[in-house]
């Protein structure tokens, strides 16, 4: 089955950096494009960043534009964020998400992980 | 990048049917197939239950269906269960090829 495990959270400065990882099993990583989606404390999801299935496209929402960057490892079905210049505002759980989509642009998630909670506190 | 607007909660009685709005643009909602909805439970991840407007994935309940009007999708859930209270989030690939989602609606089961 679709297993996606996010690693990588904790609590972090602001203006300090953090690389998120999210480990993929169960399906052929290469095939999909995946998903960067957060959720603040109490609030709703907010869409981060995506990355085609062959890494040759990303995106970005303007609030991460810039600061992050999402990448992947296909020989090690990794995906991964880096976030530079964090904000208090960036704390949140974050979620890897794998698109619809095979082989093809991104779309819309279908499978999620479970989540890595980012807290930018001093 | 603007999100799409759901309404903030909806109720309804066991064995009822209620349905929830999202509303977006003709550079979203309406310009897209790939409009989907997620169902999440307090701590818990959110789980696909509708993709491309009005497609079940296998193992979710006939009782979700969705559609879409114009710049309007929705989600209906008819038989209401006490376990289908939690928070919906509708999304929508976008022409930026960004994706959008809803505000979230909070659905109460009475």
């Known amino acids: 089955q679709v297993q996606l495990v996010e690693s990588g959270g904790g609590v972090v400065q602001p203006g300090r950096s953090l690389r998120l990882s999210c480990a993929a099993s169960?399906?052929?990583?290469?095939?999909?494009?995946l998903h960067w989606v957060r959720q603040a404390p109490g609030k709703g999801l907010e869409w981060v960043a995506v990355?085609?299935?062959?890494?040759?496209?990303?995106y970005y929402a303007d609030s991460v534009k810039g600061r992050f960057t999402i990448s992947r490892d296909n020989s090690k079905n990794t995906l991964f964020l880096q976030m530079n210049s964090l904000r208090a505002e960036d704390t949140a759980v974050y979620y890897c998400?794998?698109?619809?989509?095979?082989?093809?642009?991104?779309?819309?998630?279908?499978?999620w992980g479970q989540g890595t909670l980012v807290t930018v506190s001093s | 990048q603007s999100a799409l607007t759901q309404p903030a909660s909806v109720s309804g009685s066991p064995g009822q049917s209620i349905t929830i709005s999202c509303t977006g643009s003709s550079s979203d909602v309406g310009g897209y197939k790939y409009v989907s909805w997620y169902q999440q439970h307090p701590g818990k991840a959110p789980k696909l239950m509708i993709f491309?407007?009005?497609d079940r994935p296998s193992g979710v309940s006939n009782r979700f269906s969705g559609s879409k009007s114009g710049n309007t999708a929705s989600l209906t859930i008819s038989g209401l269960q006490a376990e289908d209270e939690a928070d919906y989030y509708c999304?929508?690939?976008?022409?930026?090829?960004?994706?959008?989602f809803g505000g979230g609606t909070k659905l109460t089961v009475l």
């Open positions: 491309d407007v009005s």
């Open positions: 999304s929508s690939y976008t022409s930026g090829r960004t994706l959008a």
């Open positions: 990355i085609w299935y062959d890494g040759s496209n990303s």
């Open positions: 169960g399906f052929t990583f290469s095939f999909y494009g």
């Open positions: 998400a794998r698109d619809e989509i095979e082989l093809a642009g991104a779309t819309i998630p279908d499978y």
